[in-house]
């Protein structure tokens, strides 16, 4: 038997969904990632107009997404750390707090892509000390049971912020003008973080403080007697790459395959899948085995990959870029809540952390190889393979569970 069968819990009652959503605390920290959401998106497209203003290379563009992805990599296992030895609450309120005075000193930097660059990895440094808080909390005050409703909430609310806050950035530059926009982002952080203070975390209990180094190195130790987390890591990897590549690839399929200009309504039509995904999650997930789920989640995008790139009418792309979303929930949800589930409260911060610094390893390799391989080989067959692989990684995974 694998070792994730033995925290499997039985179907989650009516009853306990009930009290989900009785809990205070939960829609408190809801706000938060909701402010949170929205401040991060709408501050991304603020940098990119400031940085844009007198010259619209795209180049500015990946120079802003680097400088911000660059932290998670360098800091998040070691931010993971420093998470465990402080209180949830202060940590996510300082986190907010520090979000929001960067971005209202964000005039100091005027038009200078330099300091634009700074601000943009100071944000992305403090978000490595937030994104792993933020998880912990999760388990912190939800109980085990009500964890997968809880984790699909959180989901649909990560695509809802995405797309909306992509969306109202341009119109929120407009009606404030670019000088002031930060003062709109700085009142949404102020919000996150004020949210934070109503939820009701248990008692921090401090514990004896090893050398930092060695409460770094004891994550890989711990990992090491806890390989199903291992396993579930790697997975939520796999997801994040594929989805990092279609980034790429949409691209190239939507001008030399679909011959459109807009290739983001691939993106947006695996979002709203995505958000289906969850939604169908937080009402079934319960009800069978987060094994099962994950299978099927990873046959379905494999082969709604394959069936994508095979199709050269839009409705057909649209509805199989859908069904790559809904896997992608059905594989993301329940492996959230295994991690959760199997890490033990005093490691929640330093595994969280390193789970954020290989996303961000697994998001970004995929998108330096997509498109060089898609040069060589079309992005219709780039496409095909890596929908393959995925549904060969499904049966191979299915298979060792088995043995």
Same mark, same amino acid.
């Given at each position: 038997? #694998?070792?994730?069968?033995?925290?499997?819990? +039985? &179907?989650?009652?009516? &009853?306990?969904?009930?009290?989900?959503?009785?809990? /205070?605390?939960?829609?408190?920290?809801?706000?938060?990632?909701? @402010?949170?959401?929205?401040?991060?998106?709408?501050?991304?497209?603020?940098?990119?107009?400031?940085?844009?203003?007198?010259?619209?290379?795209? $180049?500015?563009?990946?120079?802003?997404?680097?400088?911000?992805?660059?932290?998670?990599?360098?800091?998040? $296992?070691?931010?993971?750390?420093?998470?465990?030895?402080?209180? /949830?609450?202060?940590?996510?309120?300082? @986190?907010?707090?520090?979000?929001?005075?960067?971005?209202?000193?964000?005039?100091?930097?005027?038009?200078?892509?330099?300091?634009?660059?700074?601000?943009?990895?100071?944000?992305?440094?403090?978000?490595?000390?937030?994104?792993?808080?933020? !998880?912990?909390?999760?388990?912190?005050?939800?109980?085990?049971?009500?964890?997968?409703?809880?984790? @699909?909430?959180?989901?649909?609310?990560?695509?809802?912020?995405?797309?909306?806050?992509?969306? /109202?950035?341009? &119109?929120?530059?407009?009606?404030?003008?670019?000088?002031?926009?930060?003062?709109?982002?700085?009142?949404?952080?102020?919000?996150?973080?004020?949210?934070?203070?109503?939820?009701?975390f248990p008692p921090f209990v401090k514990r004896k403080e090893e050398v930092f180094l060695a409460q770094w190195r004891s994550t890989w130790t711990y990992l090491q007697t806890k390989r199903y987390l291992l396993v579930g890591m790697s997975q939520v990897m796999i997801l994040f790459g594929t989805f990092a590549a279609l980034n790429v690839l949409a691209i190239g399929f939507s001008r030399d395959v679909l011959h459109l200009s807009d290739f983001g309504i691939i993106i947006a039509a695996a979002g709203v899948g995505m958000a289906l995904g969850a939604m169908v999650m937080g009402r079934f997930g319960a009800c069978f085995p987060k094994q099962r789920w994950i299978f099927h989640g990873f046959l379905l995008a494999g082969s709604s990959l394959v069936l994508l790139a095979l199709s050269h009418s839009l409705p057909?792309?649209?509805?199989?870029?859908?069904?790559?979303?809904?896997?992608?929930?059905?594989?993301?949800?329940?492996?959230?809540?295994?991690?959760?589930?199997?890490?033990?409260?005093?490691?929640?911060?330093?595994?969280?952390?390193?789970? $954020?610094?290989?996303?961000?390893?697994?998001?970004?390799?995929?998108?330096?190889?997509?498109? +060089?391989?898609? #040069?060589?080989?079309? !992005?219709?067959?780039?496409?095909?393979?890596?929908? /393959?692989?995925?549904?060969?990684?499904?049966?191979?995974?299915?298979?060792?569970?088995? $043995?």
């Amino acid at each position: 038997m #694998d070792a994730v069968q033995l925290i499997e819990r +039985p &179907p989650v009652s009516e &009853p306990a969904k009930s009290e989900l959503h009785r809990n /205070l605390s939960f829609y408190a920290l809801w706000a938060c990632a909701i @402010a949170n959401g929205l401040g991060e998106k709408v501050f991304f497209v603020a940098l990119v107009l400031l940085a844009t203003t007198a010259n619209h290379a795209n $180049s500015l563009v990946s120079a802003i997404s680097i400088a911000l992805a660059v932290p998670a990599v360098l800091f998040g $296992s070691v931010a993971g750390v420093f998470v465990d030895r402080f209180p /949830l609450r202060w940590t996510l309120f300082l @986190a907010s707090f520090l979000r929001m005075a960067l971005v209202l000193a964000l005039p100091l930097a005027g038009g200078n892509l330099g300091l634009l660059l700074a601000f943009a990895f100071g944000f992305g440094l403090i978000t490595q000390f937030h994104n792993p808080t933020f !998880t912990a909390a999760i388990p912190a005050i939800i109980r085990r049971e009500q964890l997968m409703a809880a984790n @699909a909430f959180f989901t649909m609310t990560m695509i809802a912020t995405l797309i909306t806050g992509f969306a /109202l950035a341009g &119109p929120l530059s407009r009606l404030t003008g670019l000088p002031r926009i930060h003062l709109v982002v700085g009142l949404i952080f102020l919000i996150g973080a004020l949210s934070v203070l109503f939820v009701r975390f248990p008692p921090f209990v401090k514990r004896k403080e090893e050398v930092f180094l060695a409460q770094w190195r004891s994550t890989w130790t711990y990992l090491q007697t806890k390989r199903y987390l291992l396993v579930g890591m790697s997975q939520v990897m796999i997801l994040f790459g594929t989805f990092a590549a279609l980034n790429v690839l949409a691209i190239g399929f939507s001008r030399d395959v679909l011959h459109l200009s807009d290739f983001g309504i691939i993106i947006a039509a695996a979002g709203v899948g995505m958000a289906l995904g969850a939604m169908v999650m937080g009402r079934f997930g319960a009800c069978f085995p987060k094994q099962r789920w994950i299978f099927h989640g990873f046959l379905l995008a494999g082969s709604s990959l394959v069936l994508l790139a095979l199709s050269h009418s839009l409705p057909l792309v649209l509805l199989f870029a859908m069904l790559t979303g809904v896997a992608g929930a059905m594989i993301d949800v329940p492996v959230t809540t295994l991690l959760q589930e199997g890490v033990d409260e005093e490691m929640r911060g330093k595994v969280f952390g390193l789970q $954020s610094t290989l996303m961000n390893l697994a998001s970004t390799l995929p998108m330096a190889f997509a498109g +060089p391989l898609a #040069d060589l080989w079309g !992005t219709t067959a780039v496409m095909v393979a890596l929908g /393959l692989s995925l549904v060969a990684f499904s049966f191979l995974r299915s298979m060792k569970e088995q $043995s």
